[in-house]
Structures are given as structure tokens and as C-alpha cells.
């Protein structure tokens, strides 16, 4: 009897992420979710620059490679190419989606795009290397930060979900990790629910995942599962930032009311 | 043969749409054609100007650099082009706006005072209309059909209620003697 | 005339390109080629299609980009400060082998330029724009009906080479309105089993990819598509030749600048000077034939263009510099008028005299 198989999904090849690096856990949790919703032969997926590039050799839906940071376009570009029967997803890392796609993810969110965005936040940029990425933490050592990032000189974190959630357009934020069971748990609740969401036509959904980068970070992959919840947490609290369907809303919208 | 006309004026005095006009009522008459504005932050107030070219041959560059036709509507726009035009040509003034006098002998000119008619008339924007009446009628091409004709494919059904003060204001503008 | 409409050089363009089947504008405004987006926007919702006014012209060749790859004909435009913007893009519909249909509508530039027509983009649509080695197919109209038929081709021409074609036409064009017909015949649009429509469960996934970390593999997929270039090269290069055959000054010219040549040569032919013209249709691939048999028999050849010579440059290599070839040439927005062009003709004849 199997009790711990591979996701239909994703596909029988091995991924090349590093030991210990939270990637892995995501991706099944995509594949569980497509499986579960039964929605991979209308599934398109789209993959950002940075880590998860290859992305497209692990997914067994169809796959599309995007330019840093225009996975949102591309996506929108799909989604409206077939609107009543493709699933569209992205993949991105947080140099792809919160630096050189800023404006690309706040304007799909803007326009409610029926989209769902799946948003790995490791502080850092990993396939370069280990620089300072648009949510890198204030004090934090990176290869452009080798002093620690200084506030002054290269101002603050990009907060994706809060930023977002100041927004009329999007339907869904959520913020989640992946270093417990529990917490894996939990991620996968939200990832099937931004999947769902677009399969109700409610509109652009997006979680972000705090994950981590042992390699880049310098730790056991132990080390920086602890590390996320004492340093990567208090500065990115999970939780739902907004959901218009359950009537979550960010403070200025609940005010506007 | 082919005729090079030029509207000039200010921008938002119907210079644009007479020349549309022009051009489909030569393309009615199964004419070749062209129709080139001037374009960008000039269309409102500003200076502009329209080149339209009816020939009988195709059209080749459709800038209007000689014209044989110009229609004046403010007093920059007969500076700048009055010495362009053709030796024997046409210059028609809109003299409620242009004060001077064209300095020209080799050249036909008419001075309407398409403004003050038409605001007179009801119509304060079309003034447009009345020299373009005028300009039909003195070249000898102004049959009704193919003025109306033309008149309907610049107009949209919407604004249907427009045409028959457009046609108002070219009778006007044909009956005009000084 | 009875089907003939008067139309912006724009217009024609999206006009066509709803008859040609494409139901996807994406687009960012920017003068003079804004026409085209609010023609889609009224038409579009009414037929079913979508218009989308993108945050940037780099997030609309990226939808561009994702519509392409789903399989369906779609398409942008924009001007030339617009075009380096979308360049990007480019580089990676070439390097995906998808198809789509480009509009430059070309303003003077460098940098923001100004907004009157210009031609010098040529370099940067011949020779890909973007990085990586990779052509374009580049259209060049120089009649509002030839917007509508070039753009009608370029979507055929995209789909069946799998490449983007670029409509490369400047502000006149774009700004003025001629007659034009659309009784054209649509062809079937072909079959695209590459596309990533959804696996249906009955198929392996397909990837639009651009990325081969494996050199040896970049170097066949870059080999294979100069292989396709290499028939495109033999079998779409268009020219119009007008008076050449007996021709002993050839005027070389596209879009504008072509119809300007036009009257000069006409001019030039009414008073006795063997002059004839050749006009560039397709510029890349670029009609070298026409230059070819022409650089036999003619003596001199005048590249007339609206930039500082570019268009020259492939006049020279395909006569393989046989014939002296100047330049008449206006820049910054302005068009060189018949009389300069013609004047250039008389000095080119009296040269020849000598």
C-alpha cells in the first residue's frame, strides 16, 4: 500500500534545488492542489527568472518560461486567450515579483486579473547567488549588502501582501510559511483556496510563501527554518491580508466603509 | 489632373473634418485621394493645418508643399502660406478673422467672413462649412448629391441632427457674394 | 469605389487585423499611432475580443507574449520610444518561436525623440532590436491599403515562420487617410500543436521556453532558426520596381519616403533623365535581388530615407558596393520634399555625363 506518492502534476524528474531549500515543498503542494481540483489538463503555468526558472520541466501541466518579471502579463495574456476554460498560475520569487515585476504584479492585481499568483519570499536573490532582494531584511548580510542591509542606503523591505492589500482590485492575500508541518499545512489550505478562487471567477489571488535559502543564507536547512520564524515572521506576519469574498479587508478600505 | 489643397488655422476650427469632406466627396467622384492632418498637443488651439490631394492619377507624396487651393482660417496660417500658393491658384479668407488683405495679383482670392455667419446663422462652429460652400461653388464642383453624399460619411448617425445644419451653412456659404 | 472607405493609415491596421482573425490587442499610448488602440477598444468588446490598455509597453508584449503562446493571432503597437521598451519582449518571442504581429509606427527619435513620422528604426527592425541572434520580419507600407494588406500577411507570415512580423511604418502613414478596400482573402489559420492550451490529458505538456542552459543546445535551436530565416530569405522578399528596366539612376526608398521619390521620378522622367525606383516592401528580408539585377545595367543609385542612412547600408552589401550609392535624406521629424529628391536625381545625371 502506498501511502506517500508523487503528485500526478508534478513531474518524475529530479528537481535541482538545493538541499534543504523550501522550493520542493511548494511545488507539491501546487501539484497536490491541481490533482485535487482535478485541473491539470486546463492548467497553464507560468515560470519567473530566478530560482524556480526550470520550473517548466517540473509541472506537468503546459508550461510557459516568462521574462524577469512579466509572468503577471504573460499570465494575463493566457487567462484572456481562453478566459472560461484555462487555470493560469505563476510562480515567482521576490526579485521577480517584488523588484523588477513590481509594476506588472500591483497592476494585475489592480485589474482583479482571475489569476492565481504563487509568491516565494526567501529574502533573497538565490539563482545569482545570494544578493539583496527587494525583501531582504534591514541589518541583513547579503553578497550587495556585505555591512547588512542599511535602511538608509537602500531603503526597506518590499511588504508584497500589505502593499497589495491597500489596493481596490485583488480578491485574495494571503501570507504563509513552510518550515513546520502544521504551517505546510496551512500553506497548502491557501494555495488550494487561490486556486479555487479562480476557478469561481473571483479574481486575482495571491500567497506568499516565507521560505527559505540555506544555501544563501549560510545555515542548515534546521538553522533556517528557525531562522524564518525569528526573524522572517515578526517582520512578515502571516495571516490574510485581504479577502474580499469573506469581507477581509486592509484597514483603509475597512475605514472607506 | 490633380488638385493640392491645404486647410490652415487654428486647431478645433473644423479644418480636419472640411478636408475629410473634400476627400470623400472625391472619392465618391471615384477620385484618388489623401488626407494628411497635422498631428499632436497643436490639435487643440493651436496652430494646424490639413493637406488633402484629389487626382485623377494615384497620389504620390501626400504632403501639400504648393497648394492650389488654400483655405485661411486664422492670420499665422496666411503668413506662413500664402506665397505657397500655386501661381493661379485659390486662397480663400476667412476676413471676420483675418483683417489683412492678401498681397498677392497672380493668385484668385475670396474673402467670406465665414465667423461672423456663421454665428449669425446659429452654427458659431461651423464657419468651417460656409468657406467650404464657397469653395464648391467657385471651383464649379458643388452638385448637391455628391456634397450630401460626402456630408453623410463624415457624420455619424448620431450625430445625424448635424447634417442638416452643415448643409445649411455651405448654402450659405455658395449664395455668398462680397 | 463601391467598397472603398476613407480610413487612417492606423485604423486599416486594426481594421485588418480583426479581419485576419485577431482577437487580442494589448497596447500602452503613445503618439502618433494611438489610433490603433482606440479603434480595438470600440471594436473588440464587441466581437468577443479583448482590448487591454497594459500598464506598460513591456507588460503588453508580455501579454502578447502569453496570448501567442495559448495559440491565438494577437498582436501590439506602438511608436518608437514605445518599440525599445518592447524590445525585450521581442527577443524572447524569437527565442520561444512564437508568432505575433508588431506595429512600429515611427516617430523621430533618439531618446524621446519628437512625434513627427522618422524611418530611423530601420536598424533596429532589420537587425532584430533586442539581444540574442534573431530577425524580425519587417513589413513596409507606404499606402493606408497596404497597412491593411501588410498587416494581413504579417499575421500569415508569423504563424506559418513562427516568428514575430513587424509593421514598420511611420507617423504619415499612420496619420493620413486614403481609400482602402478589405476584400481581401483570409486564409485558414493554421494548425499550432506547439501551443499551450491545456494537455486536455491527452497529451504530453508543451513549454514555450526561450532558456537552453545547454550550449550545444543553443547553438542547434539558433542554427535551426537561421536555417528557417534562410527560406524566408529566398521565398518573401518583396520590391516594387517602377521605370527601372532601362534605369540608369535608381531611387531606393520605402514607406513615405517612396511615394516622395515617386513624384521625383516622375518629374525626372518627364524631362529625359533614365531614372527608376525601387521600393523596399519587405525589409527584412531585404528584396536584394531587385538591387542585384538593377546594380547591371544602373549607374548610380540615391537611398532616400527620413534617418541618417541606415536603409543605405543593405543597398550597399546587396550590390556589393558595384555602384556608388548617396544618401537624400531628411531627419528629426522632417520629410525631404519631391523637389529635393529631385534635385538629387539632376546631380546624380549630370555626375553621369561626365
Known sequence: MLVFDRPKALCDVPLHYCPGCTHGIVHRLVAETIDELGIEGKTVGIAPVGCSVMAYDYFNCDMIEASHGRAPAVATGVKRSDPDNLIVFTYQGDGDLASIGTAETVHAAARNENITIIFINNAIYGMTGGQMAPTSLPGQVTQTSPYGRDPKLCGYPV????????????EYLERVTVNSVKNVRNAKRAIKKAFQNQIDGKGFSLVEVISSCPTNWGMTPQEALKWIDDKMIPYYPLGVYKDRSAGIFAHSQEASK | MTKEYLFAGFGGQGLLFSGKVLAYKGLIE???????????PEMRGGTANCSVIVSDDPVGAPIVLTPDVLVAMNLPSLDKYEKAVRKGGYIFVDSSLIERKVQRDDVNVYYVPATRLASENGAPTLANMILMGKLLSVLDSYTEETVDAALK?????????????????????????? | MADKVLMKGNEAIAEAAIQAGCRHYFGYPITPQTEIAAYMAKRMPKIGGTFLQAESEIAAINMVYGVSAAGKRVMTSSSSPGISLKSEGLSYLAGADLPALVVNCQRGGPGLG????????????????????????VLAPSSVQEMAQLTIKGFE???????????????????????????FEIKEQIEKPWATTGTKMARKHNIV????????QLEVTNIERYKRYDIIKEKEAIAEEYLVDDADIIVAAFGIAARVSKNAVNQARAEGIKVGLIRPITLWPFPEKAFRKAAEHAKQIICVELSMGQMIEDVRLSTECKVPVSLCYRVGGMIPTPDQVYQAIVEAAKKGEK
Not at chain 2, 32 to 38: C, E, F, I, M, Q
Not at chain 3, 114 to 137: E, K, L, N, V, W
Not at chain 3, 165 to 175: H, R, V, W
Request: glycine share 10%.
Open chain 1, 159 to 170: 511588504k508584497v501582501c500589505e502593499m497589495l492589500s491597500e489596493l481596490e482590485g485583488p
Open chain 3, 209 to 216: 521556453n526561450s532558456l537552453y542552459l545547454n550550449p550545444e
Open chain 2, 153 to 178: 460619411k463624415c457624420i455619424s448617425a448620431r450625430h445625424a441632427d448635424m447634417l442638416e445644419l452643415n448643409r445649411k451653412m455651405m448654402e450659405i456659404g455658395k449664395n455668398y457674394n462680397e
Open chain 3, 114 to 137: 519628437g512625434i513627427q513620422p522618422s524611418q530611423s528604426d530601420y536598424f533596429q527592425a532589420t537587425r532584430g532590436g533586442g539581444h540574442g541572434d534573431y530577425h524580425m520580419i
Open chain 3, 157 to 183: 507570415l508569423a504563424d506559418e515562420y513562427r516568428m514575430t512580423s513587424m509593421i514598420l511604418a511611420d507617423g504619415t502613414i499612420g496619420q493620413m487617410m486614403e481609400p482602402v478596400s478589405f476584400d
Open chain 2, 30 to 40: 471615384e477620385k484618388n485621394v489623401s488626407w494628411l492632418p497635422s498631428y499632436g
